[in-house]
C-alpha cells in the first residue's frame, strides 16, 4: 500500500449530450479493467416543478433487472436543482426508492407463518419484506428521519417490547417488571447476546428526537429513555467484561460469521459471543451518552450519573484495548476466551463511528482516515479480506458503510476521503440506476464473477432500493453537500464541498438548491451558492462565508426559534481551504489472489502438556509456508515467531497457560485470524448426577453421559453443593447441548444466570453463561463465568433462569423454536466444568 495525497478519478467526462444540457445529461465512468461505462438522464416531463425522469445505464444489471428505469418527482418531498440533471435525477431516485420502501405491512417467512404484518413502517429492501433492528436504525439516522419521521416512529415501535404475559421474569433480570427493552432480531447461535448491536437501535430514536418538534420530542422521549435503560442495564450484566471494560458481542451488521471471523469459530460460537467488538462497542457508547442526556433532560439525575460514568470508562477500555497504534487504527475485535487480546482486523464502519461519536482524538481521527485503505472505488468494509470466503461482507462495498466513512471525512476534515465516498455512492447509483446492497469492492459491480473460483462469486444476495442505502444517498446530499445537521432544537450548517465535488458532478453551476425540505415542522428552501473561478483541488473544501435565513444574516448554528413555517435559507461558500491530509489508495486487481488485499489462512495447534516443556505443533496446509511467518501468543501475549509450521516447545509452567497462534504475510504485513485457543488444564467436570447435585429434573443416560433432558424452565434448580474450590480465579463453563434450530439464526442462544456461594451463602460471583446453537450431537462448553475465589473452602454453585430473545412479545408470531409455541430457553444440561483461569 501506498499513500497518495490525489484521489483516483473515478468520474470523468461528465457531459451534457444534447441540446438542451438542461433536459439531458449524460455521466461516463471508467470500470476497473479501463473500459468505459455510461449513466444517462433525460427529463421526460416537467410541469416546471415536478420531473420525470428516465435514468439508463450501459452496465448490464444484476438479476436481469432493467437497464432503464423512469421515476417521478413527489409533491410535498425534497428535490434537488443543481444545473446538471444527473445529479438532480439521483436525488429524485433515492426519494422515490425511499417511497416505494414505504409500505402498509411487512412480512418474513421466520414471522406469522410469512402472513402480512400491519406496520406503517419501511421494509429493508427490494429483497427484504421486514423491518431489522440494525438496517432501520442505521437508515433513520442516515436520512429516513429527515423526510419520514412519523414512519420512522413506527418502525422504531416495532422493534422494542415487553416481555410475553406468560414469561416469569427472573430475579436476576434487571429493568422494569415488563421487561421493555430493544429487539435483537434472529442471528448467530439464536441471537442476544451472541449479538448486542441491537443498541444502534439508539441511532434511529435520536435522528428521530432531532427531526420533530418539542411537543412530539417529549412524547417520544420517555419510551427511548426507557427502551435504553433496560436494555443497557440487562446488557451490563449478559454482555460485559470487567475486566476489559469492553462489552461482548458480535461485530455490527457483519453478521454472517464465515464472512469476517476465523473459519473454526463458525461452529464455536461461544467465542464469537465473548470476543468484543470496536462498532458494537462504540453504539454501546453513543447510547450511553444518549441515556444520560435524556434522563438529565428528565431530571433523572442518579440515572444519567450512572450513564455518563459508565460512557466514559467504555471510551477509556475502547483507546485502552482496541487502539493499535502500530497501524494507526481501531483493532475491529478481540479474540475470544482464553486470549481476548485485539487482532490486527479493521472495518471501515468501526473506525467512522469511532471518529463519529469523538471516542477517537483528533490524532486519531487524522490517523485512521490516512490509514484505512481505499481501493479504485471506495473504502471495504472489512479488510483484509477473508480468503476463500464467497463475496458479500467479505470484499465488499456496501453503501451505508460508506455514508457514515463520509460523515466520518468531515469530522476529520479530509476532503481526499470525502471525494472518495462521494464517488463510491453517487457512481453506484449511476451506474445500478438503484441504490443497491453492495458491491464487490475493486471492481464496484454488483455481481463479480470470480474467474479463479466460480464458487467465491458475489455478492451472494445484493438488493436494489436497499433501505439504508437508499439514506446513505439522501445524507449525502442533505448533510454532506448541503451541511444540514440537526441536533437538539438547533440546525448546524457544515456544508462539505470540495472543488473535485464540484468540477466533478456539478461543474456549470452556479448554486444548488435543495426545496420542500422539512425540519420540525418548517418548510425549508436551501440554497448553496458555488464560488465562481477556483482551481481544482483534491486536497481542499471551500468555507462557509455567509448564511442569512429569510434575508437575515445569522451564525452556523440556527434555533428553531429563528424558523418561520416557511423558510429560505442561503449559504454562500467562498475561500478555499487547503487541507495538509493523506489518504492510502490500494491499487489492486479483483481477479487476482494478492496479498496486499487478502489475509493469511488461520494456522492450527495442538498442544503436548509435558514436564518441562509444553510443546506445540502448529500446522497449516492453507498458506505456502515461504510466503508467512507465524506468531504464537501465551495467555493473550506474544512469545514466539516462526518461521515455519512445526514444533515449538516452551518451559513457561504456571497452573494454566493457553496458546494461540496467527499467520502473517511477510510481503504486506497483513494477518489471519486467530487460531482455536488450547490450554494446559482443561479442567474437572461435575455431572449432573454427581453425588453433590441436586436438581428437580430427571436425570438420564445417553451416548455422552448423565443429562437433563431440556432443562431451564423457570422453576428448574440446578446446584452443586459442597464443591471444593482453592483460592484462585476460576472459569466455571456448563457443558450443554442447544439444537433448536440452525447455528446461524433463531432466538433461542441459552441464556442463564451462574453464581456461587460460599458456606455462608454469600454470593462470591455471579453472571450470565451463554450455550448457543450448535452443530451436531457432541456437547459443548457454554462461555465461561470467571470467579475469583477469596479463600480454600467448600462453595455452592447453582444455576438459574435468565432471558433470552424468545422471551419477547415480538417473537410471539415467529415459527421457529421459541416463538408462536412459547418462550424457549432450555438445553440438554450435562454438567459444570471448572478449570483454573490463565
Not at 409500505?103 to 417467512?109: K, L, N
Not at 462489552?247 to 464455536?268: I, T
Not at 504464537?632 to 493457553?658: K, M, T
Request: charged share 20%.
Amino acid at each position: 500500500m501506498q499513500k497518495y495525497f490525489v484521489v483516483f478519478f473515478i468520474a470523468f467526462g461528465l457531459s451534457a449530450c444534447s441540446k438542451n444540457p438542461e433536459l439531458h445529461s449524460e455521466w461516463r465512468f471508467s470500470t476497473h479493467d479501463g473500459n468505459p461505462a455510461t449513466a444517462s438522464f433525460t427529463v421526460t416531463a416537467d410541469n416546471s416543478k415536478l420531473r420525470q425522469y428516465q435514468h439508463t445505464t450501459s452496465i448490464v444489471q444484476r438479476d436481469e433487472a432493467p437497464q432503464r428505469v423512469v421515476y417521478t418527482e413527489h409533491p410535498n418531498l425534497p428535490r434537488l436543482r443543481s444545473g446538471d440533471i444527473a445529479f438532480d435525477a439521483l436525488f429524485a431516485l433515492a426519494v422515490d426508492e425511499m417511497l416505494a420502501n414505504s409500505v402498509a405491512s411487512i412480512r418474513d417467512d421466520a414471522y406469522a407463518k410469512g402472513e402480512e404484518l400491519p406496520c406503517e413502517c419501511f421494509e429493508t429492501g427490494a429483497k427484504w419484506h421486514y423491518v431489522w433492528t440494525r438496517d432501520l436504525s442505521y437508515a433513520a439516522d442516515l436520512g429516513l428521519a429527515w423526510l419520514d419521521p412519523e414512519r420512522v416512529k413506527n418502525a422504531l415501535n416495532f422493534k422494542i417490547a415487553p416481555f410475553r404475559d406468560s414469561v416469569v421474569k427472573s430475579a436476576y433480570v434487571a429493568g422494569t417488571v415488563d421487561g421493555f427493552q430493544i429487539v435483537q432480531d434472529t442471528g448467530s447461535g439464536g441471537s442476544w447476546p451472541v449479538s448486542t448491536d441491537r443498541l444502534s437501535w439508539g441511532l434511529g430514536a435520536n435522528a428521530y428526537l432531532d427531526s420533530v418538534d418539542a411537543s412530539q420530542r417529549s412524547e417520544f422521549a420517555g419510551t427511548v429513555l426507557n427502551a435504553l435503560s433496560n436494555t443497557l442495564d440487562n446488557d451490563r450484566l449478559a454482555a460485559f467484561d470487567a475486566a476489559t471494560g469492553l462489552y461482548y458481542g458480535e461485530q455490527s451488521f457483519l453478521d454472517w460469521r464465515e464472512q469476517s471471523y476465523a473459519d473454526w469459530v463458525k461452529d464455536e460460537l461461544t467465542y464469537m459471543a465473548t470476543s468484543s467488538a470496536l462498532s458494537t462497542n462504540v453504539l454501546y457508547f453513543m447510547a450511553l451518552q444518549q441515556a444520560a442526556a435524556l434522563a438529565e433532560a428528565m431530571s433523572v439525575n442518579g440515572l444519567a450519573a450512572r450513564y455518563r460514568t459508565w460512557a466514559n470508562d467504555l471510551k477509556t477500555a475502547i483507546n485502552a484495548h482496541l487502539w493499535l497504534p502500530q497501524h494507526g487504527l481501531y483493532s475491529s475485535l478481540t479474540a475470544g476466551h482464553f486470549d481476548r487480546s485485539p487482532m490486527a482486523k479493521f472495518d471501515w464502519l468501526g473506525q467512522s463511528l469511532a471518529i463519529i461519536s469523538g471516542v477517537a482524538d483528533a490524532a486519531q481521527t487524522r490517523s485512521i482516515l490516512a490509514r484505512y485503505p481505499h481501493g479504485p472505488m471506495g473504502a471495504p468494509v472489512i479488510f483484509p479480506q477473508q480468503p476463500d470466503t464467497p463475496i458479500y461482507h467479505n470484499r465488499a462495498l456496501w453503501p451505508f458503510v460508506t455514508a457514515y466513512g463520509l460523515r466520518a471525512a468531515v469530522v476529520g476534515d479530509n476532503p481526499l476521503v470525502a471525494n472518495r465516498a462521494y464517488d463510491t455512492l453517487i457512481r453506484g447509483a449511476a451506474l445500478n440506476v438503484s441504490n443497491m446492497e453492495n458491491f464487490e469492492w475493486l471492481s464496484g459491480q454488483a455481481r463479480w464473477t470470480d474467474p479463479e473460483d466460480p464458487e467465491l462469486t458475489g455478492p451472494v444476495i445484493n438488493s436494489k432500493r436497499q433501505l439504508w442505502s437508499v439514506a446513505a444517498y439522501l445524507g449525502m446530499v442533505i448533510e454532506g453537500v448541503f451541511g444540514l445537521q440537526p441536533k437538539d432544537n438547533t440546525l448546524v450548517i457544515n456544508p462539505y464541498v470540495t472543488p473535485y465535488l464540484q468540477a466533478r458532478y456539478f461543474d456549470n453551476s452556479q448554486h444548488l438548491a435543495l426545496q420542500e425540505l422539512t425540519w420540525q415542522g418548517k418548510s425549508l428552501d436551501v440554497t448553496l451558492a458555488l464560488p465562481g473561478d477556483t482551481q481544482l483541488s483534491d486536497s481542499a473544501v471551500y468555507q462557509v462565508v455567509r448564511v442569512t435565513l429569510n434575508g437575515a444574516t445569522v451564525g452556523q448554528a440556527i434555533d428553531i426559534s429563528q424558523f418561520n413555517m416557511r423558510n429560505t435559507l442561503e449559504i454562500q461558500l467562498g475561500r478555499l481551504e487547503e487541507k495538509d491530509v493523506e489518504i492510502t489508495a490500494l491499487s489492486a486487481l479483483p481477479s487476482t489472489y494478492d496479498e496486499r488485499v487478502f489475509a493469511p489462512a488461520t494456522p492450527q495447534l495442538i498442544l503436548h502438556v509435558g514436564s518441562p516443556n509444553n510443546t506445540l505443533q502448529l500446522s497449516d496446509v492453507r498458506n505456502d509456508p515461504r510466503a508467512v511467518t507465524y506468531r504464537v501468543y501465551r495467555n493473550g501475549q506474544h512469545v514466539a515467531l516462526l518461521d515455519e509450521p512445526g514444533e515449538w516447545h516452551d518451559s513457561f509452567e504456571p497452573e494454566q497457560v493457553c496458546y494461540v497462534a496467527d499467520a502473517i504475510f511477510n510481503s504486506s504485513g497483513n494477518v489471519s485470524h486467530r487460531s482455536k485457543p488450547v490450554c494446559t488444564d482443561e479442567g474437572q467436570f461435575l455431572s449432573v448426577a454427581a453425588i453433590n447435585a441436586i436438581t428437580n429434573g430427571i436425570v438420564v443416560m445417553d451416548s455422552q453421559g448423565a443429562m437433563l433432558p431440556q432443562w431451564g424452565g423457570y422453576d428448574d434448580k440446578m446446584t452443586w453443593q459442597e464443591v471444593s474450590l482453592l483460592s484462585h480465579t476460576w472459569d466455571l463453563q456448563l457443558r450443554y447441548r442447544n439444537t433448536h434450530h440452525t447455528i446461524n439464526t433463531g432466538v433461542t442462544n441459552g441464556v442463564k444466570w451462574l453464581q456461587v456461594l460460599d458456606e455462608r451463602g454469600q454470593k462470591v460471583a455471579g453472571g450470565v453463561v451463554q450455550m448457543p446453537h450448535m452443530t451436531g450431537d457432541v456437547p459443548h462448553l457454554s462461555t465461561p463465568l470467571r470467579v475469583t475465589v477469596p479463600r480454600d473452602g467448600r462453595y455452592t454453585i447453582e444455576v438459574h433462569d435468565f432471558y433470552n430473545m424468545s422471551y419477547l412479545q415480538s417473537n410471539a408470531s415467529y415459527g421457529h423454536a421459541g416463538g408462536s409455541t412459547g418462550a424457549v430457553n432450555k438445553v440438554d444440561l450435562y454438567g459444570l466444568n471448572m478449570r483454573p483461569a490463565s
